[in-house]
């Protein structure tokens, strides 16, 4: 079915919702403030437009439907999507200019239909009445605001309305009363009735008691509690109108339709919104009271159309009526004016220009008018400009203008420049006069989003100020330009003055005043005070409808301004009106089922809201007198929404606090009352609580209102310290819901300032002949080196001290760090070199170019390390330049005494080094000062070169690595070889796709307008994103007509490298000079993709963020969309670090090519003065090692250089976090900075790391100061796992545990942490998670360790799981192979055999991406399960099946093409097949608890060539993610007792002799299996029964003869 939603403003609708209907029905208004907002994705879906009632374009409301179509028609032209428009109107004279405005086509789009196509003829008469001069009738009331000569007119229309209806009445028909106001019906309701009796008329007008409904409408009247409207309908009148009660209203309706009422005086609300159909309808008197004007009106066209149009419906078929009767009573000088009306002389015209400036700033806010070439554009999509054409006089233009500009368009030149320049007075936008460019400023999205007008934010602009109180700020509501027509009447005024009396707030002005009006009426309405004048009150429910919306927008302008007491105060209002109550009443009002006499009692009370909490609920009935309310208030009490804060404040720079803020949901989250989520403003305020420091809204979702929440942000603080600032947490919803924490600056210590940069000198540049020998490495790509180049180079080449170099990113430092190798070669070139890249992609791109450039020079060997320890110690031995992650360092260097190839290391290269504060920095910190340990404690020395963007505290970094003065180069940022300009623009839109939506258009126009047709790159924060951006780019650039704009070079030299590209979206957009990039594409595709970017064929790149670090290509210009990423883990989004924002920002520079690159940074506004400050000046970088301790001691341990605890606290004096402790003492939780404070904070630190060590069974403490490794300990080091998994390894491993187990424990590993869980990524796990064949015990599929669990269940299925997720799955494998061997280990310490080959198989399982009981010979290539079935009944089961079969047989089989088969042969061949001998030592002498030994004897069936290399050979593993050497496991267990006694993992080249050893059980007769288990293959593990008889115990005295022998 279709699913139909109202979308108006009585009828909110969440995201959710408006993303589950297919038709919206809305009103212009509500859809012009959402397609306003343009992000939230709902416009993009829309693929048809119907507009009802079109001719209201000449009505007040027109300009918005005019808006809406402009808007609609140029995003058709901007986006390339079709949006259908229909429109339905009544008979216009001008329908051919309505249709021209609305792009139909005149020949099959254009359908007219006049008077004479009505399916019921319409008889209309006109009646005007005069006035007559005789005396009125007695009793007859005063209209209120008419003149005294009305009165008859009155009384005059009446008695004709009376005759009218009687004649209908006569011939049985129905008959409607018009009227316009709403106490008007009752009034005509009660003369009709009257008449009626005094004319004998009145069975005419009464029900027919012979009705078949007669005696159930009377049951229903009887049950109507309006005494008044009983009278009525028993007399068959009846009355509606909109301030009547609902289920009033529907009776009405209902008596009406079925005939039980006769006669119905309406207002004309029911003839736009309810269907009711007469006979006959009469309207009476055609004057209407408006609030905006605050005068009486003329009806307008429209509604006297849709009154008559109430005569004489088709529908009604058995009451079929011959002709519809239509009557319009009106003063006779009114009467022409109606005839020409309906006889349709009058076109409609245009009301835009009064509404131009507020569209205006609308579209400018949207981002779709930049310019004021754009603006007059787009007014010639208005309906305006359809009938300035026509009628050029009307709208100011004389016919010579027209005939000398032909379009007009100096004319609508001349309206966008006054519209622009009042929006520019009003501080709306920013309007360059020279350029015509428009900037959108804060003000005028508040004004765009809250659909208030330039001249009532004019008001507020004049009025604002920090200190208003309550009175001035309701004056100044009160005196917005909306309200500025409302007049105050003479008859209102004593109504006012009771009223004054009786609200709150005091009124300043006297009741004449119109502003004392408005004010007076919004306080009533907060008050729910009853009302009396029907003037009066449409008055109010007009002020009311905007009331809220203006608050608002007070709110959002004054927290702009950063005013705290007044931004509270405002928001307290806005809430007051939402909730019309005051703030004084108590909080339980805002609950809607509480009787108004207990809510009454509990204020009459006085007893603190606070305390309530503390009550029971017999306590609370105690208290309220009323003991069986209790419960229900005790449950209100603990739904009122309660948050329980704290905070972490750490000092970053002197001028900067970071502020982790910890928020605690405390109540019970009932979607019935709080819906789907809870906004929150979270308000920092400085000590006075006058200035808010930072903002910004927090939404608690109900699926997450559970858990903890934590914000971070950065705030300034001033010299000098104030004592304390306070973090408020405000409800937006509920009135008296806040939390405020008062953070205190007390023990605040900030950090040291840091030194002063080095300067850069003025030196002549070095040409690269100074190398000499070494120049040719450079002199194809330049001739001389630049200024940081040269400055240093004497420092590093010709000398052998330590160096820092901290320069911007793009400054040449890799040639830096070149220099120092050179040296090495020069000096020693024997000297082995590791060059350290924090992240892996860091490490390729160096390792690819070295191996081209260096690794041509004589003696150089380039190597990369992997990470696998067995083949990475081969690779140390062979290279001279090592390439590597700190982790991989870290995992080889760990047992440094027994490696002298560890030792012997002559120079360190430490790239990147700032990233010593990011995710890899404690692996970082501890790498180095293992190296500087080492190189202290051995004679050879270690120099170190690091090199790493500007820093703050080089200085520290500095000596840390054992600098001198001379070797720190610590340059400021701005200085770089190429200089960056940089653009900061802040969106205030905090829900983060709406956002990227929003950014997509000003980066579209940043890359066309600064980097013209030279190279860009975009960064954005998801692979989804990515593509989104790419399409949206080339759609901007068809909307302008140039879609090929980015391309630069011809298709058949981008084919070569298309043919690379597998994904259909990136070969399209690549035709198109557009590129992507993320994680998910191949390798081969990203290496075509950067080939194209670089060769300038391909102008723009679009890039994920997480992608910086490996990324070659530079560009001219780099725009980054948004700062922010979906952290999966934490569902939330978090801010990139600021190293990587450097790092993107850095890809804007390409020396020797451009003068100057270009930035321009996309971002949440609040973040806009934190990324101000911080990329212009350098950042700070602090040690994160404390929270890492525990797996590095545990290593330390392990490899003996941590014996005692005080060992430990002296290892801790070699990092970096030791030298930051006393610099910045509060970052790291010290509260003073003197030795007392170190000694101690070092002393806990080592004591509670060692502790946590020791309970999870990975150290042993003795006498509170030895500490010696333990075999968990052992394991973890030697497979690099952290603590915590070992921890839960040993304590979740069972003798019991079988595959579905292992699988879990393994996804519980802490490695998997981290694993990101995308945005809306749990709604794909959870649906390939329903196919997993091992279920899931309760998911949470946003836990990361559910997705490595489905992911690696999926690869055994092999099921396709996405590019994204594809590359997350390869991460999981990479880290389940060392997760496995670790389980085995600890499996096998326990000497459990079943877990121990489960966990073998789970290993193979991982690498060939297969389930253990699918079929062996999946692991060859083209086999699927198909034809593996098909094998299986052809008695072919394994692979050595396959292989013993005969040629013809196996292709007849197989059916494959030569080429297949030649792979097939390929990996079959070298399947392991291995031969295995073994027997025991001394077999006869077995004597119980004696040690015994077996030996094993294995030999592989190889060919010639591979006897010669003795290495194991790689596996052959398509689905695994790295290369993989084959491994074994021999394995000595008794299956019975479910016992393992020995293993031995070996890795075996042809042929190896293996011992094992174990102690022999008591004395008889024994049987174990011995079992050779691969790592990687299936199908190829062998077992064999090993008999043992064991003797009885040798006693004491024989052993000590064996001992003399």
């Given at each position: 079915g279709i699913t139909v939603n109202e979308l108006t403003g009585d009828q909110q609708l969440t995201k959710e919702q408006i993303a589950q209907t297919q038709l919206i029905v809305t009103t212009p208004e509500k859809w012009d403030v959402t397609t306003r907002k343009g992000s939230d994705g709902i416009v993009q879906s829309v693929g048809l437009l119907v507009i009802d009632e079109v001719h209201l374009l000449n009505e007040d409301r027109g300009p918005v439907i005019e808006a809406l179509v402009a808007r609609t028609l140029r995003l058709v032209e901007s986006s390339q999507q079709m949006i259908r428009i229909v429109g339905l109107s009544a008979t216009l004279p001008n329908y051919v200019d309505v249709a021209l405005f609305l792009r139909v086509n005149p020949q099959t789009g254009l359908y007219h239909f006049g008077a004479e196509y009505r399916p019921v003829p319409l008889k209309q008469t006109f009646l005007g009445v005069t006035k007559r001069l005789e005396k009125p009738r007695e009793g007859a009331k005063p209209k209120e605001g008419r003149p005294a000569k009305a009165v008859s007119q009155q009384t005059q229309m009446l008695e004709?309305?009376?005759?009218?209806?009687?004649?209908?009445?006569?011939?049985?028909?129905?008959?409607?009363?018009?009227?316009?106001?709403?106490?008007?019906?009752?009034?005509?309701?009660?003369?009709?009735?009257?008449?009626?009796?005094?004319?004998?008329?009145?069975?005419?007008?009464?029900?027919?008691?012979?009705?078949?409904?007669?005696?159930?409408?009377?049951?229903?009247?009887?049950?109507?509690?309006?005494?008044?409207?009983?009278?009525?309908?028993?007399?068959?009148?009846?009355?509606?109108?909109?301030?009547?009660?609902?289920?009033?209203?529907?009776?009405?309706?209902?008596?009406?339709?079925?005939?039980?009422?006769?006669?119905?005086?309406?207002?004309?609300?029911?003839?736009?919104?309810?269907?009711?159909?007469?006979?006959?309808?009469?309207?009476?008197?055609?004057?209407?009271?408006?609030?905006?004007?605050?005068?009486?009106?003329?009806?307008?066209?429209?509604?006297?159309?849709?009154?008559?149009?109430?005569?004489?419906?088709?529908?009604?078929?058995?009451?079929?009526?011959?002709?519809?009767?239509?009557?319009?009573?009106?003063?006779?000088?009114?009467?022409?004016?109606?005839?020409?009306?309906?006889?349709?002389?009058?076109?409609?015209?245009?009301?835009?220009?009064?509404?131009?400036?507020?569209?205006?700033?609308?579209?400018?806010?949207?981002?779709?008018?930049?310019?004021?070439?754009?603006?007059?554009?787009?007014?010639?999509?208005?309906?305006?400009?359809?009938?300035?054409?026509?009628?050029?006089?009307?709208?100011?233009?004389?016919?010579?203008?027209?005939?000398?500009?032909?379009?007009?368009?100096?004319?609508?030149?001349?309206?966008?420049?006054?519209?622009?320049?009042?929006?520019?007075?009003?501080?709306?936008?920013?309007?360059?006069?020279?350029?015509?460019?428009?900037?959108?400023?804060?003000?005028?999205?508040?004004?765009?989003?809250?659909?208030?007008?330039?001249?009532?934010?004019?008001?507020y602009n004049e009025h604002l100020k920090p200190t208003l109180s309550d009175i001035e700020l309701l004056r100044l509501f009160s005196l917005s330009k909306d309200f500025s027509n409302l007049t105050v009447r003479e008859e209102e005024k004593q109504e006012l003055m009771r009223l004054v009396e009786r609200v709150p707030i005091p009124v300043k002005e006297g009741v004449d005043e119109p502003s004392a009006k408005t004010n007076v009426l919004l306080q009533a309405y907060i008050s729910q005070l009853k009302l009396d004048g029907f003037s009066l009150l449409s008055d109010m429910t007009y002020i009311t409808q905007s009331a809220a919306r203006l608050m608002r927008c007070i709110h959002e302008i004054v927290l702009k301004r950063g005013w705290a007491a007044l931004a509270e105060r405002v928001l307290n209002f806005c809430k007051m009106i939402d909730r019309r109550m005051w703030l004084s009443q108590t909080p339980l009002r805002q609950f809607k089922n509480i009787p108004e006499d207990i809510i009454k009692k509990i204020e009459r009370k006085d007893f603190p809201w606070e305390r309530f909490y503390d009550l029971a609920p017999q306590e609370i009935g105690e208290l309220i007198r009323f003991p069986k309310m209790g419960k229900a208030i005790y449950r209100f009490v603990h739904q009122f929404p309660r948050l329980e804060l704290s905070a972490h404040v750490q000092p970053i720079t002197r001028t900067v606090l970071r502020v982790e803020l910890t928020i605690t949901p405390d109540f019970q989250f009932e979607p019935k009352v709080h819906g789907t989520a809870e906004p929150f403003y979270v308000l920092v305020e400085d000590v006075d609580q006058e200035h808010v420091l930072h903002s910004e809204l927090f939404l608690l979702k109900a699926k997450f209102a559970e858990d903890d929440h934590s914000l971070t942000f950065t705030i300034p603080i001033y010299d000098p310290l104030p004592p304390q600032y306070f973090v408020r947490v405000v409800s937006d919803r509920w009135l008296g819901c806040e939390a405020t924490l008062p953070i205190s600056f007390r023990h605040l210590i900030l950090p040291e300032k840091y030194p002063p940069h080095t300067e850069l000198l003025d030196l002549q540049p070095l040409p690269v002949s100074a190398l000499g020998a070494y120049a040719s490495l450079y002199?194809?790509?330049?001739?001389?080196?630049?200024?940081?180049?040269?400055?240093?180079?004497?420092?590093?080449?010709?000398?052998?001290?330590?160096?820092?170099?901290?320069?911007?990113?793009?400054?040449?430092?890799?040639?830096?760090?070149?220099?120092?190798?050179?040296?090495?070669?020069?000096?020693?070139?024997?000297?082995?070199?590791?060059?350290?890249?924090?992240?892996?992609?860091?490490?390729?791109?160096?390792?690819?170019?070295?191996?081209?450039?260096?690794?041509?020079?004589?003696?150089?060997?380039?190597?990369?390390?992997?990470?696998?320890?067995?083949?990475?110690?081969?690779?140390?031995?062979?290279?001279?330049?090592?390439?590597?992650?700190?982790?991989?360092?870290?995992?080889?260097?760990?047992?440094?005494?027994?490696?002298?190839?560890?030792?012997?290391?002559?120079?360190?290269?430490?790239?990147?080094?700032?990233?010593?504060?990011?995710?890899?920095?404690?692996?970082?910190?501890?790498?180095?000062?293992?190296?500087?340990?080492?190189?202290?404690?051995?004679?050879?020395?270690?120099?170190?070169?690091?090199?790493?963007?500007?820093?703050?505290?080089?200085?520290?970094?500095?000596?840390?690595?054992?600098?001198?003065?001379?070797?720190?180069?610590?340059?400021?940022?701005?200085?770089?070889?190429?200089?960056?300009?940089?653009?900061?623009?802040?969106?205030?839109?905090?829900?983060?796709?709406?956002?990227?939506?929003?950014?997509?258009?000003?980066?579209?126009?940043?890359?066309?307008?600064?980097?013209?047709?030279?190279?860009?790159?975009?960064?954005?924060?998801?692979?989804?994103?990515?593509?989104?951006?790419?399409?949206?780019?080339?759609?901007?650039?068809?909307?302008?007509?140039?879609?090929?704009?980015?391309?630069?070079?011809?298709?058949?030299?981008?084919?070569?490298?298309?043919?690379?590209?597998?994904?259909?979206?990136?070969?399209?957009?690549?035709?198109?000079?557009?590129?992507?990039?993320?994680?998910?594409?191949?390798?081969?595709?990203?290496?075509?993709?950067?080939?194209?970017?670089?060769?300038?064929?391909?102008q723009v790149l679009v890039v994920t963020h997480s992608m910086c670090w490996g990324l070659k290509p530079r560009a001219q210009l780099v725009v980054l969309m948004d700062t922010q990423y979906y952290d999966g883990a934490e569902h939330r989004y978090a801010d990139y670090p600021i190293t990587d924002i450097l790092q993107m920002i850095g890809r804007a520079c390409r020396p020797l090519v451009d003068e100057s690159g270009r930035c321009v940074l996309l971002c949440h506004a609040p973040k806009k003065l934190f990324y101000r400050k911080f990329l212009y000046e350098p950042f700070p970088v602090e040690s994160h090692l404390d929270h890492f301790l525990h797996d590095h001691l545990c290593a330390e341990v392990v490899t003996k250089t941590i014996e005692n605890k005080q060992d430990a606290v002296d290892y801790l004096t070699w990092t970096f976090m030791y030298r930051r402790l006393t610099q910045n003492p509060n970052y790291y939780n010290l509260q003073g900075a003197s030795h007392r404070h170190l000694s101690d904070h070092l002393s806990e630190l080592v004591e509670?790391?060692?502790?946590?060590?020791?309970?999870?069974?990975?150290?042993?403490?003795?006498?509170?100061?030895?500490?010696?490794?333990?075999?968990?300990?052992?394991?973890?080091?030697?497979?690099?796992?952290?603590?915590?998994?070992?921890?839960?390894?040993?304590?979740?491993l069972q003798p019991t545990t079988k595959l579905k187990g292992l699988v879990e424990i393994l996804a519980s590993a802490a490695e998997f942490d981290a694993l990101p869980v995308r945005h809306r990524e749990d709604d794909v796990l959870q649906r390939l998670g329903s196919h997993c064949p091992l279920a899931l015990e309760e998911p949470r599929f946003n836990d990361p360790h559910v997705k490595a669990n489905v992911l690696l269940q999926c690869h055994f299925s092999r099921m396709d799981v996405g590019r994204e997720m594809g590359a997350d799955a390869a991460t999981v494998l990479e880290k389940s192979t060392r997760l496995l061997q670790a389980t085995v280990d600890v499996i096998s310490s326990s000497g459990w055999l079943a877990p121990a080959l489960a966990a073998m198989e789970l290993s193979q399982m991982c690498v060939q991406g297969m389930w253990d009981r699918d079929s062996a010979l999946l692991q060859l290539p083209h086999f699927d399960r198909a034809l593996a079935k098909k094998a299986a009944a052809a008695g072919v089961e394994s692979v050595f099946d396959l292989m013993d079969m005969e040629d013809a047989e196996r292709d007849a089989l197989l059916g494959m093409t030569p080429a297949q088969l030649a792979d097939v042969a390929r990996v079959a061949n070298a399947y392991p097949n291995i031969d295995l001998s073994f027997e025991v030592e001394d077999a006869d002498e077995v004597a119980a608890g004696e040690a015994v030994s077996v030996l094993v004897s294995l030999q592989r069936e190889a060919d010639e060539e591979e006897e010669a290399s003795k290495r194991a050979p790689q596996v052959h593993a398509p689905r695994y993610p790295k290369t993989k050497e084959e491994g074994w496991w021999l394995v000595l267990g008794d299956p019975t007792a479910n016992s393992l006694v020995s293993i031995k993992r070996i890795t075996l080249g042809t042929k190896a002799r293996v011992k094992l050893d174990f102690v022999a059980p008591d004395a008889g007769e024994h049987a174990y299996m011995l079992y050779l288990i691969c790592d990687s293959y299936l199908g190829c593990d062998q077992e064999y029964e090993l008999k043992l008889s064991v003797g009885e115990a040798a006693s004491d005295d024989e052993e000590e003869d064996e001992e003399d022998e």
């Amino acid at each position: 079915g279709i699913t139909v939603n109202e979308l108006t403003g009585d009828q909110q609708l969440t995201k959710e919702q408006i993303a589950q209907t297919q038709l919206i029905v809305t009103t212009p208004e509500k859809w012009d403030v959402t397609t306003r907002k343009g992000s939230d994705g709902i416009v993009q879906s829309v693929g048809l437009l119907v507009i009802d009632e079109v001719h209201l374009l000449n009505e007040d409301r027109g300009p918005v439907i005019e808006a809406l179509v402009a808007r609609t028609l140029r995003l058709v032209e901007s986006s390339q999507q079709m949006i259908r428009i229909v429109g339905l109107s009544a008979t216009l004279p001008n329908y051919v200019d309505v249709a021209l405005f609305l792009r139909v086509n005149p020949q099959t789009g254009l359908y007219h239909f006049g008077a004479e196509y009505r399916p019921v003829p319409l008889k209309q008469t006109f009646l005007g009445v005069t006035k007559r001069l005789e005396k009125p009738r007695e009793g007859a009331k005063p209209k209120e605001g008419r003149p005294a000569k009305a009165v008859s007119q009155q009384t005059q229309m009446l008695e004709l309305a009376f005759d009218k209806a009687l004649a209908a009445l006569r011939r049985g028909k129905q008959v409607m009363v018009f009227v316009h106001a709403r106490n008007e019906t009752l009034r005509t309701a009660r003369g009709l009735l009257e008449l009626a009796k005094a004319r004998q008329a009145e069975e005419l007008f009464a029900p027919k008691p012979d009705h078949p409904r007669y005696a159930l409408a009377q049951r229903e009247v009887a049950r109507c509690r309006n005494g008044e409207l009983r009278t009525l309908c028993n007399g068959g009148l009846g009355v509606h109108h909109a301030g009547m009660l609902r289920p009033e209203r529907s009776m009405m309706e209902r008596l009406f339709a079925d005939g039980m009422i006769n006669v119905l005086c309406s207002t004309a609300t029911l003839a736009w919104g309810v269907n009711l159909p007469a006979h006959t309808v009469i309207i009476k008197g055609t004057q209407v009271y408006s609030p905006e004007k605050g005068s009486w009106t003329e009806l307008s066209m429209m509604d006297v159309m849709q009154m008559l149009g109430r005569a004489g419906r088709p529908q009604y078929v058995n009451r079929a009526d011959e002709k519809g009767v239509g009557i319009i009573l009106t003063t006779h000088n009114e009467l022409q004016y109606y005839l020409s009306l309906l006889n349709q002389q009058l076109p409609i015209e245009s009301q835009y220009v009064g509404k131009l400036a507020d569209n205006l700033n609308a579209e400018i806010v949207l981002g779709t008018v930049q310019n004021a070439h754009e603006a007059v554009n787009w007014l010639g999509y208005t309906y305006l400009y359809v009938r300035m054409l026509r009628n050029p006089s009307l709208y100011g233009a004389s016919d010579a203008e027209k005939a000398s500009d032909p379009l007009l368009e100096q004319r609508r030149i001349d309206m966008v420049h006054s519209a622009a320049t009042q929006l520019d007075k009003t501080a709306l936008i920013k309007y360059e006069r020279k350029s015509g460019q428009f900037q959108p400023t804060d003000l005028g999205r508040v004004a765009a989003y809250y659909y208030v007008g330039a001249s009532t934010i004019s008001v507020y602009n004049e009025h604002l100020k920090p200190t208003l109180s309550d009175i001035e700020l309701l004056r100044l509501f009160s005196l917005s330009k909306d309200f500025s027509n409302l007049t105050v009447r003479e008859e209102e005024k004593q109504e006012l003055m009771r009223l004054v009396e009786r609200v709150p707030i005091p009124v300043k002005e006297g009741v004449d005043e119109p502003s004392a009006k408005t004010n007076v009426l919004l306080q009533a309405y907060i008050s729910q005070l009853k009302l009396d004048g029907f003037s009066l009150l449409s008055d109010m429910t007009y002020i009311t409808q905007s009331a809220a919306r203006l608050m608002r927008c007070i709110h959002e302008i004054v927290l702009k301004r950063g005013w705290a007491a007044l931004a509270e105060r405002v928001l307290n209002f806005c809430k007051m009106i939402d909730r019309r109550m005051w703030l004084s009443q108590t909080p339980l009002r805002q609950f809607k089922n509480i009787p108004e006499d207990i809510i009454k009692k509990i204020e009459r009370k006085d007893f603190p809201w606070e305390r309530f909490y503390d009550l029971a609920p017999q306590e609370i009935g105690e208290l309220i007198r009323f003991p069986k309310m209790g419960k229900a208030i005790y449950r209100f009490v603990h739904q009122f929404p309660r948050l329980e804060l704290s905070a972490h404040v750490q000092p970053i720079t002197r001028t900067v606090l970071r502020v982790e803020l910890t928020i605690t949901p405390d109540f019970q989250f009932e979607p019935k009352v709080h819906g789907t989520a809870e906004p929150f403003y979270v308000l920092v305020e400085d000590v006075d609580q006058e200035h808010v420091l930072h903002s910004e809204l927090f939404l608690l979702k109900a699926k997450f209102a559970e858990d903890d929440h934590s914000l971070t942000f950065t705030i300034p603080i001033y010299d000098p310290l104030p004592p304390q600032y306070f973090v408020r947490v405000v409800s937006d919803r509920w009135l008296g819901c806040e939390a405020t924490l008062p953070i205190s600056f007390r023990h605040l210590i900030l950090p040291e300032k840091y030194p002063p940069h080095t300067e850069l000198l003025d030196l002549q540049p070095l040409p690269v002949s100074a190398l000499g020998a070494y120049a040719s490495l450079y002199e194809g790509a330049f001739s001389h080196f630049n200024p940081i180049q040269t400055q240093t180079f004497s420092t590093l080449f010709a000398g052998d001290e330590n160096v820092l170099i901290g320069a911007p990113t793009g400054s040449g430092k890799t040639i830096c760090a070149e220099f120092a190798y050179l040296r090495l070669l020069q000096t020693n070139p024997a000297g082995r070199c590791v060059y350290i890249a924090p992240l892996q992609s860091l490490a390729n791109e160096r390792y690819a170019e070295w191996s081209r450039t260096l690794g041509a020079l004589e003696g150089v060997r380039v190597v990369q390390l992997t990470g696998e320890t067995a083949s990475d110690l081969k690779l140390l031995e062979r290279g001279t330049l090592i390439v590597a992650t700190p982790h991989q360092w870290d995992l080889l260097s760990r047992r440094w005494k027994q490696r002298k190839n560890v030792q012997s290391v002559a120079l360190l290269l430490v790239d990147e080094m700032h990233l010593i504060g990011g995710e890899v920095g404690p692996v970082l910190e501890v790498v180095i000062s293992r190296m500087r340990y080492i190189s202290s404690h051995m004679e050879s020395r270690c120099r170190i070169v690091a090199l790493s963007t500007s820093l703050a505290n080089a200085k520290d970094l500095a000596e840390w690595v054992g600098c001198t003065p001379h070797g720190i180069f610590n340059f400021h940022s701005n200085v770089r070889p190429v200089p960056l300009e940089l653009h900061i623009q802040g969106f205030d839109i905090a829900h983060v796709p709406s956002r990227l939506l929003a950014m997509s258009k000003p980066a579209y126009y940043a890359v066309v307008n600064h980097a013209a047709d030279r190279p860009a790159i975009i960064f954005v924060p998801s692979a989804k994103q990515a593509q989104l951006t790419a399409i949206d780019l080339l759609t901007y650039a068809t909307a302008d007509d140039v879609p090929q704009r980015f391309l630069h070079a011809a298709p058949e030299d981008i084919a070569p490298f298309a043919k690379h590209l597998k994904e259909p979206a990136l070969l399209e957009m690549v035709s198109n000079g557009i590129a992507f990039l993320h994680e998910g594409l191949g390798a081969e595709e990203q290496r075509a993709v950067c080939a194209l970017h670089e060769s300038g064929a391909v102008q723009v790149l679009v890039v994920t963020h997480s992608m910086c670090w490996g990324l070659k290509p530079r560009a001219q210009l780099v725009v980054l969309m948004d700062t922010q990423y979906y952290d999966g883990a934490e569902h939330r989004y978090a801010d990139y670090p600021i190293t990587d924002i450097l790092q993107m920002i850095g890809r804007a520079c390409r020396p020797l090519v451009d003068e100057s690159g270009r930035c321009v940074l996309l971002c949440h506004a609040p973040k806009k003065l934190f990324y101000r400050k911080f990329l212009y000046e350098p950042f700070p970088v602090e040690s994160h090692l404390d929270h890492f301790l525990h797996d590095h001691l545990c290593a330390e341990v392990v490899t003996k250089t941590i014996e005692n605890k005080q060992d430990a606290v002296d290892y801790l004096t070699w990092t970096f976090m030791y030298r930051r402790l006393t610099q910045n003492p509060n970052y790291y939780n010290l509260q003073g900075a003197s030795h007392r404070h170190l000694s101690d904070h070092l002393s806990e630190l080592v004591e509670t790391t060692l502790t946590d060590l020791e309970q999870a069974r990975c150290v042993a403490i003795e006498d509170g100061m030895e500490v010696s490794p333990l075999n968990l300990g052992m394991i973890a080091s030697y497979y690099y796992i952290q603590y915590t998994t070992i921890e839960l390894f040993s304590s979740s491993l069972q003798p019991t545990t079988k595959l579905k187990g292992l699988v879990e424990i393994l996804a519980s590993a802490a490695e998997f942490d981290a694993l990101p869980v995308r945005h809306r990524e749990d709604d794909v796990l959870q649906r390939l998670g329903s196919h997993c064949p091992l279920a899931l015990e309760e998911p949470r599929f946003n836990d990361p360790h559910v997705k490595a669990n489905v992911l690696l269940q999926c690869h055994f299925s092999r099921m396709d799981v996405g590019r994204e997720m594809g590359a997350d799955a390869a991460t999981v494998l990479e880290k389940s192979t060392r997760l496995l061997q670790a389980t085995v280990d600890v499996i096998s310490s326990s000497g459990w055999l079943a877990p121990a080959l489960a966990a073998m198989e789970l290993s193979q399982m991982c690498v060939q991406g297969m389930w253990d009981r699918d079929s062996a010979l999946l692991q060859l290539p083209h086999f699927d399960r198909a034809l593996a079935k098909k094998a299986a009944a052809a008695g072919v089961e394994s692979v050595f099946d396959l292989m013993d079969m005969e040629d013809a047989e196996r292709d007849a089989l197989l059916g494959m093409t030569p080429a297949q088969l030649a792979d097939v042969a390929r990996v079959a061949n070298a399947y392991p097949n291995i031969d295995l001998s073994f027997e025991v030592e001394d077999a006869d002498e077995v004597a119980a608890g004696e040690a015994v030994s077996v030996l094993v004897s294995l030999q592989r069936e190889a060919d010639e060539e591979e006897e010669a290399s003795k290495r194991a050979p790689q596996v052959h593993a398509p689905r695994y993610p790295k290369t993989k050497e084959e491994g074994w496991w021999l394995v000595l267990g008794d299956p019975t007792a479910n016992s393992l006694v020995s293993i031995k993992r070996i890795t075996l080249g042809t042929k190896a002799r293996v011992k094992l050893d174990f102690v022999a059980p008591d004395a008889g007769e024994h049987a174990y299996m011995l079992y050779l288990i691969c790592d990687s293959y299936l199908g190829c593990d062998q077992e064999y029964e090993l008999k043992l008889s064991v003797g009885e115990a040798a006693s004491d005295d024989e052993e000590e003869d064996e001992e003399d022998e």
